[in-house]
């Protein structure tokens, strides 16, 4: 049986937030349109539903990496009184780049999760039914990182409805049937 304790000790040495993750979101956030250091972590903060916000120390520093590699410039102040930066050409380059590593990363580590789900811990699933289930995972997944980034690029109302509602049987029905085995 598996300790809590063990599980709490192991997670704390577990980075919360992926590396690369801050200066990529960075990035975006500038490509979108000038934003000062403030409004970048509190963005943050929105986009991780309040999980996580980063630090002045984390906020600050890269952004000043980030204006030496030359990805960004720092225009002069706002009438709020801050100094708001901007994507440059160069990092422009260096997000596209960014995205296309993202999505070869998210395509190939797909097959990584699969054959944890349905492997030797079930040997009542004969092989070749476990091998369907896990193709088929690996096709929601792919379809998943597809459709996150079609949704990060302004969808309607309408097909961001449609997909809602096209997840949300998927997840009812997956319920019902897990819930009809636990009978």
């Known amino acids: 049986m598996c300790n809590p304790r063990h599980f709490i000790h192991w997670s704390r040495h577990i980075a919360t937030v992926p590396k690369g993750f801050l200066r990529y979101q960075v990035l975006k956030l500038l490509a979108e ?6 409004e970048i972590m509190d963005k943050i903060q929105q ?18 990496l980030l204006e030496d590699y030359g990805y960004i410039q720092q225009l002069p102040k706002d009438e709020t009184g801050r100094k708001p930066y901007q994507i440059t050409e160069e990092g422009k380059k260096f997000l596209q780049e960014q995205e296309k590593q993202r999505e070869e990363y998210n395509q190939n580590s797909i097959g990584l999760f699969t054959p944890f789900i349905f492997n030797h811990t079930c040997p009542q699933i004969n092989p070749e039914q476990a091998l369907k289930i896990k193709e088929n995972i690996k096709r929601i997944f ?9 949704l990060t690029q ?4 309408e097909k961001i409805e449609k997909i809602t509602q096209i ?12 819930e009809k085995l636990e009978e």
């Open 33 to 38: 349109k000038p934003h000062s250091g403030k």
């Open 47 to 64: 986009l991780t539903e309040g999980k996580w916000t980063p630090s002045p120390g984390s906020i600050y520093p890269l952004l000043a």
């Open 142 to 150: 792919q379809t998943l990182f597809k459709l996150r980034k079609h």
């Open 154 to 157: 302004k969808p309607t109302n």
């Open 167 to 178: 997840i949300q049987k998927i997840a009812d029905t997956l319920q019902q049937e897990t």
